[in-house]
């Protein structure tokens, strides 16, 4: 069986698509030469009129897409940098995801985001560290995070077909797994519908992105002691509430862990959602970034703010022994 | 009879010209008093003084072209060709407005007619346009789209970057300056360094003054860009300079910021657009146009205002394009 790299599934998915659809096009800076190699092998197959090239303008060729597609493209933009996002919060929170609501369901803006290389990349340091997927979740844009590289492949081509704006979270952390896949069976994976990578009893992980290959390691690590369930949501808005709740139904224990900074990440709404509307039987943990982080550049100091596997096995027994 | 300052262009419709800077006029007039009575809540941002850019430029443009719109943006979406009724409506925030009362005044749009949205921050939607304009020529077509924006959007980034990927690419977009003279409150003189027609000539972007007083001239100036989008050559410029007669917002019709005088406003509208389209048609037809121009106003006034408001139920209809449904806010 084929054995593919998280990488070539996101290339896999974009020239899939592109084949599919004329409509589909792709922007971005070095897409030509595939300087995140997401996008290699495509502009010899497509062409320059579909593999564009652009300056380094994020905030007009962000909204550039949202022209196009309001004029019935398919664009998709490729972010070298997740910090880009901020940069373009104003033309996809404040423009491309307004558009629908404000025009009275006139338009549509079916645009994907990529980040190939999201959250830390080991020592980037400050400006090129960041995990910004709960900001869009918060505004009610669609927010995936694909752990696996047959889900790479499979919301991403989701991504790309949805009539609405989609950011797409490709986690540095993920972007170096393989995985053996029958290519003839890589499919789209609806957004809004989880994924028990593990099934167990006595407590369910919640784990985001990357950070499902440490919860699937601590669950094996604690196997002779604890079952511990992992839950990958992926895709944080919408977000498989039902799905987590009957896992819930199951444990009755909670613990999430989760790259985001820790105030108003999405692991906190994980955590309030469940506190109110689901079976709990122990109060519910997270294991996140520190508050406000800012990655330094050290390496030490760039591992102490993310999430840890010491601290997710923690929190699974101090979760565990409350119950 | 006609005034002698005509240009006789054949492509000008002088009767035509005037008819839509009287309907914009008629317009405003209208909805700055239900802003006054409560029927419009929220204020508009009257685009009185200028209509002869939105009557001009839309007059070079096809049913197929598109525009993108400002803050102050009813006359473009009048100009365009919207049903003023549906317009009033929307302002009015009633279920039978355009955006099904969920844009109100700085957001109305009809794609039915190619407006793609008025934008309420300054110079958002001119990579908008851009982009759109760009899609058109990819589909082999000669559409083309006018973005318009005033003179305060020539200080944001978006624009300037905007300018270089429309060159860069031949866009075929034509980018049309109303320079009001304001920033809200703050003169041109004030917030621009250099001039706006220098920073299109900086792009290679050709860039042309235009009377934006005159809805004959803005027509030349625009068929003329629109000629060079629609064959190829790319993007232009057009520095339409006008006044804007009433407030930034009707707000300040109450809070009156004191930062033009009474004087400088009555010079600045000494030359009206009404007036100089008005005298360049016989007086019967005027009278006609004025006629038919106060009974639809009235009439859109009347629709506007037996609109049912929206269902709160339906807050968040068309949020995702999908269909997608949030989750309520309260259990």
Redesign the interface.
Known sequence: MPNLSYLKALNRAIGDEMDRDPAVCVFGEDVGVAVTNATAGLLRRFGPDRIIDTPISEQAFTSFATGAAMAGLRPLIEFQIPALLFLVFEQIANQAHKFSLMTGGQTRVPVTYLLPGSGSRDSWAGQHSDHPYSLFAHVGVKTVVPSTPSDAYGLLATAIRDDDPVVVFAPSGALGLREDVDLTRLAPVPLGVGRVHRRGDDVTVVAVGHLVQDALAVAEDLAGTISVEVFDPRSLHPFDWSGLAASLERTGRLVVVDDSNRSCGIGGEILATAAEEMRLIAPPRRVTRPDGAVLPFARELDLACQPTRTQLRAAVEKTVGAG | MTDPTSTADPACDPAALYRTVALIRGFEQRAVELVRTGVIRGGIHPYTGQEAIAAGTCAALRSDD?V?STHRGHGHVLAKGADPARMMAELAGRST???????GSM?A???AVGV??A?A?VG??V??????????R??GTDRV?VAYFGDGAVSQ??VL??F??AA?WRVPVVLVCENNGFATSMRTAETVAGTILGRAAAFGIPATGVDGMDPEAVQRATAEAVARARSGAGPSLLECATYRFDAHHTWEHTARPRYRTDQEVAEGRSRDPLHLQGARIPEAARARIDAEIEALLDQAVRFACAGPYPDPATA???????G?R?RAGA?
């Open positions: 598109v993108t407005g355009l955006n099904r009362g969920r844009g957001h749009a009809d794609f793609l949205g934008d921050i958002a939607a990579p908008i346009a851009a982009g759109a304009a760009w899609a058109f990819r589909a789209a980034g978006v970057e905007t270089n990927l860069l968040l209809d068309h949020l995702y394009a999908t997608m949030a259990l």
